[in-house]
């Protein structure tokens, strides 16, 4: 059985940093492509990040290029989405996400997902 576990939403004021933290087991992070989304009350669920199975490739949403990194720790069977210079925008429950096969930035081609984390961001 596949499970994601985020952790590491919170609070924050903006301008400030945090580190999202996605725990998989049932499921080798080292073997697939995987990606954070986010999605905001009364909005649709939207692509943040994404990193390639063996993290030689990433890719970012325009709205959080530059201020967010994706990376993976295979041996920790973790993938983390480093958020730095937040926004009030930012505020959002953010889900990790595992692809069934290969690499996608779209939603419908993520097969596993986690069940999220809170983050506000307040101005």
């Known amino acids: 059985q596949v499970q994601l576990v985020e952790s590491g939403g919170g609070l924050v004021q903006a301008g400030g940093s945090l580190r999202l933290s996605c725990a998989a087991s049932?499921?080798?992070?080292?073997?697939?492509?995987m990606g954070w989304f986010r999605q905001a009350p009364g909005k649709q669920r939207e692509f943040v990040a994404a990193?390639?199975?063996?993290?030689?490739?990433?890719s970012y949403a325009d709205s959080v290029k530059g201020r967010f990194t994706i990376s993976r720790d295979n041996a920790k069977n973790t993938v983390y989405l480093q958020m730095n210079s937040l926004k009030p925008e930012d505020t959002a429950v953010y889900y990790c996400?595992?692809?069934?096969?290969?690499?996608?930035?779209?939603?419908?081609?993520?097969?596993?997902w986690g069940q999220g984390t809170q983050v506000t961001v307040s101005s």
């Open positions: 049932g499921l080798a992070v080292s073997s697939h492509g």
């Open positions: 996400a595992a692809v069934r096969t290969g690499f996608s930035i779209t939603l419908r081609d993520y097969g596993y």
């Open positions: 990193i390639t199975w063996t993290g030689g490739s990433t």
